[in-house]
């Protein structure tokens, strides 16, 4: 069974960083594109990013590019999401998400994590 384990999440103040992870077992890692999904308060749950699976693509909602990066290690069956310059509009559960790259997008691949919690403070 494929698991998913975010980490990571935190509360900064605008203008700060932080790096989630997401280690995925119980699967062969090198086969999953991975995303990172996100849910404020109120709102339903919104695309952030997704990355192929040899890292060589990497796609990002138009509100985060430039100030979000993401990266994976194969080796240690590991998604990073680098999150940089955070406005209080990044506020959310963020959700790791892996499959197909292009049921990863549309956030219906098969696996999801528990979610982890960003906070930006103004």
């Known amino acids: 069974q494929v698991h998913l384990e975010e980490s990571g999440g935190g509360s900064v103040q605008a203008g700060g960083s932080l790096r989630l992870a997401c280690i995925v077992s119980g699967g062969t890692f090198s086969n999953y594109a991975m995303g990172w999904f996100r849910q404020a308060p109120g709102k339903g749950r919104e695309f952030v990013a997704a990355?192929?699976?040899?890292?060589?693509?990497?796609l990002y909602v138009d509100s985060v590019k430039g100030r979000f990066a993401l990266s994976r290690d194969n080796d240690k069956n590991t998604v990073y999401l680098q999150m940089n310059s955070l406005k209080p509009e990044d506020t959310a559960i963020y959700y790791c998400h892996a499959g197909f790259l292009a049921a990863v997008v549309p956030g219906r691949a098969p696996y999801w994590g528990q979610g982890t919690q960003v906070t930006v403070s103004s």
């Open positions: 990355i192929n699976w040899d890292g060589a693509k990497a």
